[in-house]
């Protein structure tokens, strides 16, 4: 059994560590309700947009022509990976790592593949496994905004469509509640027709003209899903430290129990075996 020293010194550690994860679970408390506020806001503004588009376009099918609906053969494709820049948030992170490879390795095996990250703990677990990053916009959570997210999906269109790339893909993590996070696999470029059909016929007067107006959309869109996407996996990022935090205070106080009662039966070990040498002491100068 351990020394009483020792024991103390446990139950200081685990105290403090227990101190610790309780104060950053609050903290992450406070950050999910605004980032979650600022996704569900969201939300409904993308997908009106990309209803818009469809009905508009006719699932695209008028636009064509535009250069981010290119279907090309995949020679080199680019995978963005968004996580976070700081750890202790469960497996949030990992998902997105293990995702990514499994693109490479089983999706996109034989085609040149790279791989930018915003975020900088995905970059980190791709470097362990031996994949590397051609880029990072990790500092874009230092004050996330749609502005400079829109100069990060700009950056992605012009490579795509200066033949760079001929599809660009979004791994992250979908925000569903402080619980729950969604590991989402979804194409940025190029955009893919829609499949659902309108139930009901839609005439439009068009002014200017529709390809316009489609040529106008289509980047808006495609800046407002990678935005979306961020603020998802920021949003998924403060659930899972919360819900990480919480365990871990709770093992915490568990472990803490543990090591009172462990304490508690080495002190009385400890009187008794003091009280015995007395006793015996007592006997022999009897004796």
Same mark, same amino acid.
């Given at each position: 059994?351990?020394?009483?020293?020792?024991?103390?010194?446990?139950?200081?550690?685990?105290?403090?560590?227990?101190?610790?994860?309780?104060?950053?679970?609050?903290?992450?408390?406070?950050?999910?309700?605004?980032?979650? +506020?600022? #996704?569900?806001? *969201?939300?409904?503004?993308? @997908?009106?947009? @990309?209803?818009?588009?469809?009905?508009?376009?006719?699932? *695209?099918?008028?636009?064509?022509?535009?250069?981010?609906?290119?279907?090309? @053969?995949?020679?080199?494709?680019?995978?963005?990976?968004?996580?976070?820049?700081?750890?202790?948030?469960?497996?949030?992170?990992?998902?997105?790592?293990?995702?990514?490879?499994?693109?490479?390795?089983? &999706?996109?095996?034989?085609?040149?593949?790279?791989?930018?990250?915003?975020?900088?703990?995905?970059?980190?677990?791709?470097?362990?496994?031996?994949?590397?990053?051609?880029?990072?916009?990790?500092?874009?959570?230092?004050?996330?905004?749609?502005?400079?997210?829109?100069?990060?999906?700009?950056?992605?269109?012009?490579?795509?469509?200066?033949?760079?790339? +001929?599809?660009? +893909?979004?791994? !992250?993590?979908?925000?569903?509640?402080?619980?729950? &996070?969604?590991?989402?696999?979804?194409?940025? *470029?190029?955009?893919? %027709?829609?499949? %659902?059909?309108?139930?009901?016929?839609?005439?439009?007067?068009?002014?200017?003209?529709?390809?316009?107006?489609?040529?106008?959309? #289509?980047?808006?869109?495609?800046?407002?899903?990678?935005?979306?996407?961020?603020?998802?996996? !920021?949003?998924?990022?403060?659930?899972?430290?919360?819900?990480?935090?919480?365990?871990?205070?709770?093992?915490?106080?568990?472990? $803490?129990?543990? $090591? &009172?009662?462990?304490?508690?039966?080495?002190?009385?070990?400890?009187?008794?075996? @003091?009280?015995?040498?007395?006793?015996?002491?007592?006997?022999?100068?009897?004796?």
């Amino acid at each position: 059994m351990a020394s009483l020293k020792e024991i103390r010194t446990r139950i200081t550690s685990v105290k403090s560590t227990r101190q610790i994860t309780s104060a950053m679970k609050m903290v992450s408390a406070a950050k999910l309700k605004k980032a979650q +506020d600022h #996704i569900t806001q *969201l939300r409904p503004y993308s @997908e009106k947009l @990309e209803q818009i588009l469809g009905n508009i376009g006719a699932g *695209l099918g008028n636009s064509g022509d535009n250069i981010f609906s290119k279907q090309r @053969e995949i020679k080199k494709v680019l995978i963005i990976t968004v996580s976070s820049n700081r750890g202790l948030c469960g497996a949030f992170n990992s998902n997105v790592v293990k995702k990514t490879i499994e693109k490479i390795e089983k &999706q996109y095996q034989g085609v040149k593949v790279d791989v930018v990250q915003i975020g900088k703990k995905a970059g980190d677990g791709l470097r362990y496994k031996g994949y590397k990053t051609t880029a990072n916009f990790n500092t874009i959570f230092d004050n996330l905004n749609f502005e400079d997210a829109s100069k990060i999906a700009e950056d992605f269109m012009q490579k795509f469509a200066d033949g760079e790339y +001929d599809a660009v +893909d979004l791994v !992250y993590n979908q925000f569903k509640n402080a619980a729950t &996070q969604i590991v989402m696999d979804e194409p940025f *470029l190029p955009i893919k %027709e829609k499949k %659902e059909k309108q139930k009901t016929a839609l005439d439009y007067i068009f002014e200017p003209s529709q390809e316009e107006i489609i040529n106008e959309l #289509i980047p808006k869109a495609l800046k407002t899903q990678l935005f979306k996407a961020i603020l998802d996996s !920021y949003a998924a990022e403060h659930g899972a430290r919360m819900t990480a935090m919480h365990k871990a205070t709770d093992n915490a106080s568990e472990l $803490l129990g543990d $090591l &009172q009662l462990t304490y508690n039966k080495a002190r009385q070990a400890s009187i008794t075996n @003091e009280i015995l040498e007395i006793v015996g002491g007592a006997e022999a100068l009897n004796g």
